[in-house]
Antibody, heavy 122, light 112 residues
């Protein structure tokens, strides 16, 4: 059974940092594209970042480029999102997502985690 | 960025009746490989989104056949042949033709 379990959310001050983790079971993250999608309270879905299997190429939304870093530890089968220079508008539930894509692609999110809430406030 | 526009934003439906949601993209989602990179997701209250339709018209495993997706290029439609109470939630279309991946605003389906 495929499971994606996020952790690491919580309260952070503006300008602070958090690292989100997504522990995966049921498949090897090295075999598929993975990513993060967020949802601000009461709002819609916003794509944040993706990492593909081909060369580990990474992609970011303009709103987080230069502040967030996506990475994966294949030995731990875990995906990460390092979030620096946090802002109030980063407040959201962050979902870890899996794509069935293999290679330099990232389309479709066939599995989603339950999400972890990040709150940025002083 | 590709802008995704859904309509309607609110959809009250009587159980057993059909429902239809439109999604339009500001650029074509048709790739040279013949695939339309357009997905549909449903987010039920308090839950994570779940994949319904991928590549425009392919139902995800376990999705009831009352759900169907159609369209190509810039115009897409999600249809529910007979709405059931469990179909309540917010429906999102999403394009993955190019980064950044973008979502529609969401359509809230409610039961009359």
């Amino acid at each position: 059974e495929v499971q994606l379990l996020e952790s690491g959310g919580g309260l952070a001050q503006p300008g602070g940092s958090l690292r989100l983790s997504c522990a995966v079971s049921g498949f090897s993250i090295s075999s598929y594209a993975m990513g993060w999608v967020r949802q601000a309270p009461g709002k819609g879905l916003q794509w944040v970042s993706a990492v593909v299997t081909s060369g580990g190429v990474t992609y970011y939304a303009a709103a987080v480029e230069g502040r967030f870093t996506i990475s994966r530890d294949n030995s731990k089968n875990t995906l990460y999102l390092q979030m620096n220079s946090l802002r109030a508008d980063d407040t959201a539930v962050y979902y870890c997502v899996k794509s069935p894509c293999i290679g330099n692609c990232y389309s479709t999110f066939d599995y989603w985690g339950q999400g972890t809430l990040v709150t940025v406030s002083s | 960025d590709i802008v995704m526009t859904q309509s309607p934003l609110s959809l009250p439906v009587t159980p057993g009746e059909p429902a239809s949601i439109s999604c339009r993209s500001s650029q074509s989602l048709l790739h040279s490989n013949g695939n339309n990179y357009l997905d549909w997701y449903l987010q039920k209250s308090g839950q994570s989104p779940q994949l319904l339709i991928h590549l425009g018209s392919n139902r995800a495993p376990g999705v009831p056949d009352r759900f169907s997706g159609s369209g190509s290029g810039t115009d897409f439609t999600l249809k529910i042949s007979r709405v059931e109470a469990e179909d309540v939630g917010v429906y999102y279309c999403m394009q993955a033709r190019q980064t950044p991946v973008t979502f529609g605003q969401g359509t809230r389906l409610e039961i009359k």
